[in-house]
């Protein structure tokens, strides 16, 4: 029986919470599915949780007060998607309600965590039920009406996990997204979790190994979901710092107009915003009215959806303590053996690309350097920063060639003391059709930039690879090991025949009276393969020149380039 939480006390619950949640973090990422399938719920709040761990063993906290203000403190500048948003301000509540007690009976803490989900309704713009928000709601009502009744903590977080556990059950019926992928709530569920290992800590219990149980578990059905159920499109995360006394209310406002999912946690010092929305540019700009733009993250989840559906693995930007990281190391950079190469010319050309043939292409169109890296293996923004150092010229261009690269790319900009220009290039033949209009002569980097810009819509690029489990997404019957076709980044064709595939891609090529066809052929291909598929758009295109190349690249079979 325990009446009384102490400092100590909540130390100890917390890490067991947090053990309690890493254990089935994979668990929890297989549910989440709103508001976009992105399968990271579960790694999220454990991360984020993991900052007040981390914090904790620091300290060896006097008072309760103590030990929840450490907590929260951790948990806001920690909290990594939607839901680590939310988890921070669920504890920053709880904080608050426990402020200046030097421990706290059952009645406190069911009443602080009902401070907590005031705090976390408050944050949230428009507040969705069938979510966290739900569970947490109910979980605190059933344990502010056990404490009336009830001065043994335990029996009380007892009665809130079980409210708690009825609304999750629930979530599935409140949330129509939840309903059509046939599982409960992620955020909901990694609730409970935390709370059940609070209450595992009062009850004396061990804490659960990390690795997790590894029972099946219930999985959202990802093909189920439709693009159109993501209102708008860039995931955007950021930390300001403060520099003027200023409600964030019209802040509020203005994000509010312009996206959804809407959540931002505040401490003192600074605050973070999680928003949905379609110019994440603006979100940013209008932010910095406000303080100092610290850390941001802005990932599509348009993208991550559709690379979910089609059974690949949705990339990510690299998280805000990563940038941090990067940012902080930046200055020391000589003392580790990175070195920044003095200007010798004026342009110079860094490209992204997996395979030493795709390699070659670049360097023989006047790259300075290559970047190994593409879809399934995304350079950080240190290794591309290294190659810009390492080119010397005064301005550098870098060439992505992924849709994922590029908003790492575009942080080297400010780590460098070199003039850095991305390209935008979604495909490495967006990159090489770039890299053939370069005037290595131009008279400035605008009008290198705008050529190099303005024919990257001139290229149409097609490729192949295959599904790494079934699936049926956009009309199309996927099996596990089928070839797909991809045209644009969207979903062109799939068959167990890879000839069959490259005839379509053929005749798609005389609807679009493509003059040039490149073939830049994988590490999985033979070259003999590869001028048979060579023959089949010379067939289809006889008035189109052909070209075939060995690119090396792993993952996809052929790159196609038509112009």
Avoid: W
């Amino acid at each position: 029986m325990n009446e009384q939480i102490t400092g100590a006390l909540f130390k100890q619950m917390v890490l067991h919470g947090a053990a309690a949640i890493t254990a089935e973090k994979q668990a929890i990422n297989d549910l989440n599915v709103f508001p976009v399938p992105d399968g990271d719920t579960g790694t999220n709040m454990s991360m984020t949780i993991g900052t007040a761990v981390t914090e904790l063993h620091k300290i060896a906290p006097a008072t309760v007060d103590k030990a929840a203000s450490a907590t929260a403190s951790a948990l806001l500048r920690g909290a990594r998607g939607n839901s680590g948003v939310i988890l921070s301000l669920l504890f920053r509540g709880l904080s608050k309600g426990l402020k200046g007690l030097e421990s706290a009976d059952a009645a406190a803490f069911a009443a602080a965590m009902q401070e907590g989900v005031s705090s976390a309704y408050k944050a949230v713009m428009k507040p969705a039920e069938g979510t966290v928000l739900t569970v947490s709601r109910l979980a605190a009502k059933a344990a502010v009406d056990a404490a009336a009744e009830e001065k043994d903590v335990e029996k009380v977080l007892e009665q809130a996990i079980r409210a708690g556990s009825d609304a999750l059950a629930q979530t599935i019926e409140m949330n129509p997204v939840l309903k059509k992928a046939g599982v409960v709530d992620a955020g909901g569920k990694g609730y409970l979790l935390i709370l059940e290992g609070m209450l595992s800590e009062l009850r004396g219990e061990p804490m659960p190994e990390a690795q997790g149980e590894t029972r099946p578990q219930a999985k959202a059905d990802f093909a189920a979901l439709t693009e159109e159920e993501i209102t708008f499109t860039f995931d955007t995360v950021f930390i300001v710092r403060k520099t003027v006394e200023r409600s964030l209310d019209p802040l509020r406002t203005y994000l509010g107009s312009i996206g959804d999912s809407l959540v931002i946690g505040e401490d003192d010092e600074a605050f973070k915003v999680h928003v949905h929305t379609d110019i994440p540019g603006a979100a940013l700009t209008e932010a910095q009215k406000y303080g100092t733009l610290e850390l941001a993250k802005i990932e599509n989840m348009r993208t991550q959806a559709e690379d979910l559906a089609a059974g690949r693995t949705a990339q990510s930007t690299d998280d805000l303590e990563a940038v941090e990281a990067q940012l902080e190391a930046a200055p020391v950079r000589e003392e580790a053996g990175h070195t920044v190469a003095a200007p010798e010319k004026k342009y110079g050309f860094l490209a992204v690309c997996a395979g030493d043939g795709l390699a070659a292409v670049f360097k023989d169109l006047g790259a300075d350097g290559v970047v190994s890296g593409g879809q399934t293996m995304n350079p950080s923004t240190e290794s591309l920063l290294e190659g810009v150092d390492k080119i010397p010229a005064e301005t550098v261009f870098i060439l992505p060639n992924n849709g994922n690269i590029i908003m790492a790319a575009q942080q080297c900009g400010a780590l460098t003391e070199k003039n850095v220009v991305v390209i935008p290039s979604k495909t490495v033949p967006q990159g090489i059709t770039a890299m053939m209009n370069v005037d290595f002569e131009a008279p400035d980097a605008q009008t290198l930039t705008a050529a190099m810009q303005d024919c990257l819509s001139t290229v149409t690029t097609a490729q192949i690879t295959y599904a790494a489990r079934d699936s049926d997404f956009d009309g199309f019957d996927i099996k596990a090991g089928d070839y797909l076709a991809l045209e644009e980044g969207k979903l062109f064709g799939t068959d167990s025949s890879l000839d069959t595939l490259l005839e379509q891609l053929a005749a798609d090529a005389v609807a679009r009276d493509a003059s040039f066809i490149s073939l830049y052929f994988g590490e999985d291909v033979t070259e003999e393969d590869a001028q048979k598929a060579a023959q089949l758009f010379e067939n289809a295109c006889p008035e189109a020149e052909v070209a075939v190349l060995r690119g090396g690249q792993p993952v996809y079979y052929y790159i196609i380039s038509m112009e």
